[in-house]
Each structure stands twice: as C-alpha cells, then as structure tokens.
C-alpha cells in the first residue's frame, strides 16, 4: 500500500547543531508540505513544494530549509537548532488536481532541542 | 488573510452525548473545507470536507455542513464513543491553491 514516512520519530539534539528529518511517500504526489504542531497553534505550514526542484516557504520557515530532488523525498533541515523550533514536526503530500486537494499526513517527528 | 477559528478545548463529554464542535472561517475566495482528526500518538486523518456552500460532509457519524451565509463548518455527532477521544482540526483550502489553513485544534476526551 502507498504510505507516508517520517524519520526519525522522536529526535533530542543541542541547540546549534544541524538536524534532518526526512519524509518519504510512495504516491507519487506532487505536492508535498511541512507543518509543525504547537499547543494553541494548531498546524502552521513551514515549506513546501509543488514538485521537484520547486519549493516555497510557509508561515513560520524562518531557521528551516527544504529541497526536492525527487518526486518522493522532501527533507526539512533546521540549518541552527534553537530551542524554540522544538515541537512535533508533520509532513503531507496530495495530488494536484483534485477537486479538493486531500492531504495525507505522515505519523510525525517529535523533535526536542535543549 | 485566510484563518479559522475553532472553538476553545478541551472538550470533555459522557458517551452517547452530543458533540458540537464550532468552526467558522474568514477566506477571501471560496474555500473547500475540512475536519481532520488526530488520534493519540498518530498523524492527521481526514475525517470529512465539503467544497460548497451548502454541502454536507458526513463519515463515522460525523456531520458537518458547508454554511456561506455564517461562514461556518460546525462538526457534530449524535452519540460520542469512548473512540473518538482525540484531537479535531478545521480546516480550509483556497480554490486553485494547494495550501491548507488550519485551525488551532479542539481536544475532545469522552468518558465512559
């Protein structure tokens, strides 16, 4: 069955240090996104992209960088981990085209910097 | 801009109750829109969407209905299980974009 990954699931790391956290669908979706989740916020859109080699910044992509050099790979680097890009980190992909544009969700990375 | 305001959590009920989960919108276009939920520990599934005005969205006895005049998408359910414990995101989508705006979440807790 077609899915949606994200890897690691749970991440700790230091303030400074560079992390990578991957996501990976098997759809073959053009479209692909990164949202994080905080308390009282609900989802904010980070970056994303309409196919490869295109990307775009959301809301909040300040600290964070994205490329896509396949349809089916979209990782989201913090290129200086500060303490408050700590949060639960989501990735989603759907189909250009649709009449209503479904997201697909991947499980998520909890991601803690201290 | 484009927003959705859902209201405050969390949200705690006695099974078989029923479940009222308000959600209105402020979009410049028209928007399609969408519940999502979140179980414990897992990603967003799409619970139901509607992509016009008047339309009704329904799926595990969930209903929501597509209000233009109100600009509203309230969730409701008839009877509340133990099951649908969990987390619910309004949501809207703006005609020829492919960008979702999410509400700030409603957390639902029923008990037995």
């Known amino acids: 069955d077609a899915e949606i990954t994200q890897s690691p699931r749970h991440k700790i790391t230091e303030t400074g240090r560079q992390v990578t956290l991957a996501c990976h669908q098997t759809w073959n979706h053009n479209n692909m996104f990164w949202y994080r989740q905080d308390l009282g916020h609900g989802l904010r859109l980070i970056h994303y992209?309409?196919?490869?080699?295109?990307?775009n910044k959301g809301e909040v992509s300040d600290g964070y960088s994205v490329s896509r050099s396949n349809t089916e790979d979209l990782p989201l680097t913090l290129e200086s981990a500060a303490s408050s890009q700590t949060s639960v980190y989501f990735c989603a992909s759907s189909k250009p085209g649709a009449s209503y544009n479904e997201q697909f969700f991947g499980p998520g990375t909890r991601l803690t910097v201290l | 801009g484009d927003s959705v305001t859902q209201m405050e959590g969390p949200v705690t009920l006695s099974e078989e109750a029923f479940l009222t989960i308000n959600c209105t919108y402020t979009a410049t276009g028209y928007p399609s829109l969408f519940w999502y939920v979140q179980y414990p520990g897992e990603g967003l599934q799409l619970l139901l969407k509607a992509t016009k005005a008047d339309d009704k969205g329904s799926n595990k006895g969930f209903e929501a209905t597509y209000r233009k005049e109100t600009t509203s998408f309230h969730l409701e359910k008839g009877s509340v299980q133990v099951s649908d414990s969990a987390v619910y995101f309004c949501?809207?989508?703006?005609?020829?974009?492919?960008?979702?705006?999410f509400g700030q979440g409603t957390r639902l807790t029923i008990n037995p």
């Open positions: 992209s309409y196919g490869v080699q295109d990307t």
């Open positions: 949501a809207l989508l703006i005609q020829g974009a492919q960008k979702l705006v």
